[in-house]
Nanobody, 126 residues
Framework: QVQLVESGGGLVQAGGSLRLSCAAS????????MGWFRQAPGKEREFVAG????????FSSNSVRGRFAISRDVAKNMVYLQMNSLKPEDTAVYYC???????????????????WGQGTQVTVSS
């Protein structure tokens, strides 16, 4: 079955950096969008960034553009989220997700993704 396993979360000071990794397995991800979402306490899960598995096209939210970068390694079945200039408001559980059917309007939302990882905690101290 499909498995998405995140790693790389932790505690970092404001202004610091972290790189999250997502190991994907269980199927071929051709024509999939691989996404990162986050959920802070008391808030809804929100889209952070997505990347097309095949072509590498990237989509990101306004709140992280210029600070976070998503990438993928097709040979290793890995997806990454490089997070720089972290702020306390970036504190959340970060989830890796996979959604079929290429990019479309649904991919900005949870409902556009069939598979989810368990999440990894990122805490940014001020």
């Amino acid at each position: 079955q499909v498995q998405l396993v995140e790693s790389g979360g932790g505690l970092v000071q404001a202004g610091g950096s972290l790189r999250l990794s997502c190991a994907a397995s269980g199927r071929t991800f051709r024509n999939y969008v691989m996404g990162w979402f986050r959920q802070a306490p008391g808030k809804e899960r929100e889209f952070v960034a997505g990347i097309l598995w095949d072509g590498g096209n990237i989509f990101s939210s306004n709140s992280v553009r210029g600070r976070f970068a998503i990438s993928r390694d097709v040979a290793k079945n890995m997806v990454y989220l490089q997070m720089n200039s972290l702020k306390p408001e970036d504190t959340a559980v970060y989830y890796c997700a996979a959604g079929s059917g290429g990019w479309g309007p649904t991919k900005w939302f949870e409902s556009g993704y069939e598979y989810w990882g368990q999440g990894t905690q990122v805490t940014v101290s001020s």
